[in-house]
């Protein structure tokens, strides 16, 4: 992992660097991409985790009675921020199966480029949790805010934010309104173009992901 800027790090192992290639072309069919964003979430997955925090637990194999490390205290909260934050989630419950999931319901206005809320379900307890939001694209971070805005007012006060993509607007914006949230990316793009895309970027995540326009 590369340290970025402030509290963000780059994540440029170089499978996720090669999968990330692939994504961004045009000609990658929608099933590879969606193929592709379930893989890079594994290796995402990994990074992010990286420190959690371990207790001793007495097990017996079949060989023997042992301490062995557990990951310690309440279950983690992937939250995703639909709908394209799906695709990253399905990837990060396939190594954390028993992970409890958050689902944050917000669009993206494309004249005022604002986000706009329609749904929000979380699990109970969050402020005893660590919560990793899941989000692809970091471009206006208009969403991000709102989201990670939405988990504190319901008492959340371990967040990470985990994205495919940045652009340098939108970590700036973002990690002024939550400087205490790092975040976890795979790359940050050159700009935002005059309707809000990354670029180069991979145009939008969830047209991509589900063949919408």
């Known amino acids: 992992m590369t340290p970025a800027r ?5 994540i440029d192992h170089p499978l996720i660097q090669h999968k990330l290639t692939i994504m961004r072309n045009k000609e990658t069919s929608i099933a590879g991409f969606r193929r592709l964003l379930r893989e890079i979430a594994h290796l995402m997955c990994y990074e ?4 959690l925090q371990l207790e001793m637990v007495s097990i017996e194999t079949p060989m023997a009675r042992m301490d062995s490390p557990t990951i310690k205290g309440k279950k983690l909260v992937f939250a995703s921020i639909l709908r394209a934050g799906n695709g990253l989630l399905d990837g990060m419950l396939d190594l954390v199966p028993a992970a409890r999931v958050a689902h944050i319901g917000l669009y993206r206005d494309h004249e005022t480029l604002q986000p706009v809320e329609y ?12 919560i990793i939001v899941v989000d692809p694209m970091l471009a206006t971070a208009n969403s991000a805010t709102a989201a990670i805005e939405k988990l504190k007012e319901r ?20 990690t002024e309104a939550h400087p205490d949230v790092p975040v976890f990316t795979a790359a940050i793009d050159e700009k935002l173009n005059e309707k809000g895309y990354i670029i180069p ?8 992901m589900y063949g919408t326009k």
Request: aromatic share 8%; hydrophobic share 40%; proline share 4%.
């Open 6 to 10: 402030g509290n963000v790090t780059v």
């Open 201 to 208: 970027g991979l145009g939008d995540a969830g047209d991509r």
């Open 48 to 51: 992010v985790t990286r420190d």
């Open 119 to 130: 749904y929000f379900k979380a699990p109970s307890n969050l402020e005893d949790r660590l």
């Open 155 to 174: 008492g959340a006060n371990n967040i990470r934010f985990l994205c495919l993509l940045a652009a340098p607007e939108g970590v700036a914006r973002f």
